[in-house]
């Protein structure tokens, strides 16, 4: 029973801080990668930032390098998404997803999280 539940969207001002929580059931966070992705109204969805859970090993997008941090709690089998320097473009909803480590694609998916960036 693989389930992976979002948590933490919310408004708030441009320059502004939001951590995003994935609790993850099912499965052990250092047997699969974990993404987050994001999609706004009338755009593609976009891959922002992704997690080896067993290296620690991380990845991000252009658009979010230097501001966004993906990070762990292995005990809680939680991964964190701590946003900051917020721009009015992040405002999207946000989706968390799982693979195998060696896989290319995300088989399970969140239900996603609403992240309003607006003065």
């Known amino acids: 029973q693989v389930q992976l539940v979002e948590s933490g969207g919310g408004l708030v001002q441009p320059g502004g801080s939001l951590r995003l929580s994935c609790a993850a059931s099912g499965f052990a966070l250092e047997d699969y990668a974990i993404g987050w992705f994001r999609q706004a109204p009338g755009k593609e969805r976009e891959g922002i930032s992704c997690?080896?859970?067993?290296?620690?090993?991380?990845d991000y997008a252009d658009s979010v390098k230097g501001r966004f941090t993906i990070s762990r709690d292995n005990a809680k089998n939680t991964v964190y998404l701590q946003m900051s320097s917020l721009k009015a473009e992040d405002t999207a909803l946000y989706y968390c997803?799982?693979?195998?480590?060696?896989?290319?694609?995300?088989?399970?998916w969140g239900q996603g999280t609403q992240v309003t960036v607006s003065s």
């Open positions: 997690m080896n859970s067993r290296t620690g090993r991380t």
């Open positions: 997803a799982a693979r195998g480590i060696t896989a290319t694609s995300f088989q399970y």
